[in-house]
């Protein structure tokens, strides 16, 4: 049935998965339009699937020479200013492998002396130890890896304590994963910080989820649209330690925690048992999660600062 839904074996279609009892993940490559045109939309990308949802790419980087090469890198990574803010982040949990792009950014930085990811999905490592960037992961000495729910395993596991958190859970508007959004498992993710820890978390959802994590933590700021990075102290970067121009880092900085409660006023939190954004049909900000596009519909619920904070705040 897997095959047969995402066309394998026919013409320029290359197809893997893994099915195992904790679910089902699938990468998926085209190379030609077979029947509609909107197909040339998603040709030449390597698309992973989990349980039935887009969630990342694994193109290869383009090779230095490469005109795109440049462009490419211009955009850099919500998770390398985060964990940039971070003086040193040794100890690093990833709650969700994913695509694995955030499991690479962290390994690369020098300062991480241990990685550990926690992957509900057991099949998920075996399928991407056959692409590159799996096989760079996976060979890193210091990445630890856990078959496990997130919360099971950090109440399984007490004294676990991490200077940095970084997490990509599928969108809220998937069944269950608005637990990962809760008060109650950000609270737990916060008590787990070593002092001046942080938490990075990519969300579509910038209404109840963004409201829930500014009334869990004194500082948080939006990057990019749907990255938010947490602290329980004043977040600030050392100009030396950036990975690109302080310019550029102003220029992703959308709110702080003043402005994202001041737009989210109303807005009921998440919690275990009361999952607001999980019921996207009736959330009344349903269009931010844009669950069927696999993308936030940011144009018309946008509120990013009419202009940048000041440089002084946020760099030293």
């Known amino acids: 049935m897997l095959r047969t839904v995402h066309l394998a074996g026919l013409p320029g279609v290359e197809f893997a998965f893994a099915e195992t009892r904790t679910g089902v993940v699938a990468l998926r490559r085209q ?28 193109d290869p980087a383009p090779a230095d020479g490469d005109p795109r090469a440049a462009a490419a890198r211009e955009g850099w990574h919500d998770e ?3 964990l940039a803010a971070h003086p040193r982040p040794r100890r690093v949990l990833v709650t969700g492998l994913g695509d694995a792009q955030m499991v690479e950014v962290a390994l690369g930085r020098p300062e991480v002396e ?30 630890r890896y856990v078959v496990d729910d997130g919360r099971r395993w950090l109440l399984a596991n007490p004294r676990e304590r991490f200077d940095f958190v970084l997490m990509f859970p599928l969108p809220a508007g998937h069944a269950y994963y608005t637990n990962l959004y809760s008060r109650e498992f950000l ?25 829930t994590m ?3 933590f004194p500082a948080l700021l939006r990057l990019g649209g749907e990255f938010y990075l947490a602290s329980i102290t004043p977040i600030g970067w050392r100009m030396a330690g ?12 959308e709110a702080d925690r003043a402005r994202i409660l001041e737009a989210t006023e109303g807005v009921p939190e998440n919690r275990d048992l ?8 009736t ?16 144009a018309p619920l946008d509120y990013r600062f009419e202009t940048p904070p000041p440089r002084g705040r946020l760099l030293r």
């Open 80 to 82: 390398e200013w985060a």
């Open 283 to 298: 959330y009344p900000w349903r269009e931010v999660l844009a669950v069927n596009r696999g993308r936030a519909a940011r």
């Open 187 to 211: 609270e737990l993710l916060r008590d787990r910080l070593e002092p001046g820890g942080m938490i990075g978390l990519s969300t579509a959802d910038s209404y109840a989820s963004a409201r």
């Open 31 to 58: 190379d030609r339009v077979l029947t509609f045109p909107e197909e040339a939309t998603v040709l030449h990308q390597t698309r992973l699937d989990v349980v039935g949802s887009q969630h990342g790419r694994l």
């Open 114 to 143: 241990s990685l550990t990811v926690v992957e509900l999905d057991a099949g998920l490592r075996r399928l991407l130890e056959g692409t590159s960037r799996g096989r760079r992961v996976f060979g890193d000495r210091r990445l």
């Open 274 to 281: 009361r999952p607001n954004s999980e019921y996207f049909l």
């Open 242 to 253: 950036l990975p690109g121009p302080a310019a550029a880092l102003l220029g992703r900085i």
């Open 214 to 216: 500014a009334l869990v």
